[in-house]
């Protein structure tokens, strides 16, 4: 009898350590005492993978906000919202200095001066900067070669790596509706509705009660137009839509161009022509990475679903095939095929961690 | 015209300029939030019993009730539960208040919006007793925000804490007089919106401000989208 409780045990922690072994903690980062996370209201402003993690930190005791590219603290400005201080536009963790953000620094008399951080470079101050046009500017030829836009003098740059664009931005800094236009190709008011033109003659009977984003570069024209209070957009005689609404268009040579709809579920997309990725709403939130988003609680299946993870927020683990491991929930999670492991990330105290089940 | 007349003439002018225009502005955001502020409607009629209930527990009527959140509850419908990211939680449930500042549910309460009205109930003799059932054991520990954030999930666990609002907000403001019900709510749905603890110079200015919604470009006045949705419900 004694000696089958013995196996029995033996067998049973053989097993435990066994599936122990196939556990990995790793820290990815460790925060400061007085530092979390940046919290937007509805989002994280943090992005990570097995084993690379980037955010922004704040740090209310300092009023700073620090921005860290894969576990390298890179730059730390004053200010309490990066909406308004420090703003990533680009993210790639798997790319050396992968990164792209503006962040605004107060001179000596207390004016706001604009930055802009390229790959590590550093380039500033200026009155204002950004990496999207100014409103009222859209010039898809040259839109290839700007790194980044910045304003001098009560005027607007467009920066390549050779030379400095003088831009030519329209009055109207809120309402663009005529962009970049060459050539015969327009629109013209006739009536109280707007139709196309070339060489000034109509070429589409089609009325149109407003237009917006209206380029053309001689061959080719495109342009956004409203209709029955709903959105649609069209590139020479192919029209998209109808969304609730459009953002963020950009139109590169008339074959590739990219844009955020409304869809009708209330969700947000980004459409390169081709797919449609779900978003978040564009505008006035910091840099998401959108891989890394988790909606609901992670369930999470090998290939073959033979294999499961899940977490609930409510228990300090995660449970793989009815059995817990780790120290917290997670706050993502995925299956890894080439490993044939589950990954999650969590947060142990101000300890960042991601944890590896290779099943 | 000297100065005083000037500004006797102003303070008429804009007494008869300003209710046109929040008017325009509340039509506004309702023809571009057309059925989402559909929806904020729809939410309310069917609940009616349950908000006519949690009314009269406070004293007061469920229209004016509703009305408080009822700009919130649009972006409710605007977001979309769904897209509550599962990660804010788990950030704060593991991390504690640094991380209690996002919305959740139907009226887009904050952990922290609960965590400051818990401490408003217990330093309240009268609340302590009234309100007691809404105050949660060892409040800082991790199992208490798991409580928080499962209340939260709950439409009815909203409108308590909508309740409870309501009545710390009576205490608070014993010695405020309103001119008329509207100008009340002004002064609660911005105290809601915008933080019920700010000072009451603050939350006066805030009534003339427009920063809602959160994600939005275009600003709304919430006091002025309160009022337009008192005007629907009743």
């Not at chain 2, 006519?52 to 009527?61: E, L, Q, R, V």
């Amino acid at each position: 009898m004694k000696l089958r409780l013995i196996i029995l045990i033996s067998i049973l922690a053989f097993n435990s350590l066994a599936q122990t072994a196939n556990l990995k903690r790793t820290v990815l980062f460790t925060m400061l005492p007085t530092e979390h996370v940046y919290l937007g209201e509805y989002f994280l402003a943090q992005s990570s993978s097995a084993r690379k993690f980037s955010c922004i930190l704040i740090d209310e005791t300092k009023n700073n906000l620090t921005f860290v590219f894969n576990g390298t603290r890179v730059k730390t400005v004053p200010g309490s919202d990066p909406l308004d201080v420090l703003r990533i536009d680009y993210l790639n963790s798997t790319e050396t200095n992968g990164y792209k953000f503006k962040y605004i620094i107060k001179d000596k008399n207390r004016n706001d001066q604009t930055y802009i951080n390229c790959f590590s470079e550093n380039f500033g101050p200026f009155e204002d900067a950004n990496f999207s046009p100014p409103w009222g500017y859209y010039a898809p030829e040259e839109m290839k070669q700007i790194k980044y836009y910045y304003k001098l003098g009560g005027r607007w740059y467009g920066k390549t790596s050779s030379k400095n664009v003088m831009l030519n931005v329209g009055d109207n800094n809120y309402t663009p509706s005529y962009q970049y236009k060459v050539g015969p190709y327009d629109f013209t008011w006739i009536n109280g509705n707007y139709y196309i033109t070339y060489n000034k003659s109509v070429i589409h009977k089609k009325a149109y009660k407003d237009i917006h984003y209206f380029y053309s570069n001689g061959e080719n024209f495109a342009f956004c137009y409203p209709e029955n209070n709903q959105y649609y957009f069209q590139i020479n005689d192919t029209s998209y839509g109808p969304y609730r609404a459009i953002d963020n268009f950009e139109t590169i040579d008339y074959k590739t161009f990219k844009f955020y709809y409304l869809g009708t579920d209330n969700i947000w997309y980004y459409f390169n022509g081709e797919t449609s990725i779900k978003s978040r709403l564009t505008g006035k939130e910091n840099f998401i990475s959108e891989e890394f988003e988790q909606y609901g609680n992670p369930e999470v299946f090998s290939a073959d679903y033979k294999n499961s993870l899940i977490s609930d927020y409510k228990y300090e683990y995660v449970v793989i095939d009815g059995e817990a491991y780790g120290k917290s929930p997670a706050y993502h999670a995925w299956y890894d095929s080439a490993k044939n492991a589950f990954i999650w990330s969590g947060i142990e105290g101000k300890d960042l961690v991601v944890y590896e089940f290779k099943l | 015209m000297n100065l005083n007349c000037r500004y006797l003439f102003l303070l008429v002018m804009s007494r008869l300029i300003l209710p046109n225009l929040s008017l325009g502005q509340a039509q506004e955001f309702q023809n571009n939030y057309k059925s989402e502020c559909a929806f904020a409607k729809e939410l309310f009629f069917k609940n009616k019993e349950k908000i006519d209930k949690a009314a009269t527990s406070c004293g007061t009527n469920s229209a004016f009730l509703f009305s408080i959140v009822a700009p919130e509850v649009t972006q409710f419908s605007y977001l979309s539960n769904k897209l509550e990211n599962y990660s804010l939680k788990v950030f704060y449930v593991q991390g504690g208040k640094d991380y209690a500042n996002f919305s959740i549910g139907h009226f887009q309460m904050k952990p922290s919006f609960i965590e400051e009205l818990e401490k408003e109930i217990s330093n309240s003799k009268t609340l302590s007793k009234t309100l007691k059932f809404c105050l949660i054991d060892n409040p800082t520990e991790r199992s208490a925000r798991v409580t928080r954030l499962e209340r939260l999930e709950t439409f009815e666990w909203q409108l308590i804490y909508l309740t409870a609002f309501y009545q710390v907000l009576e205490l608070k403001y014993k010695n405020l007089t309103f001119e008329n019900s509207k100008e009340k709510l002004r002064f609660y749905a911005t105290a809601y919106n915008s933080g019920f603890n700010k000072p009451i110079e603050q939350l006066k200015r805030l009534q003339t401000k427009n920063y809602f919604p959160h994600f939005s470009e275009k600003k709304y006045n919430y006091a002025d989208l309160a009022c337009w949705f008192l005007e629907e419900l009743n």
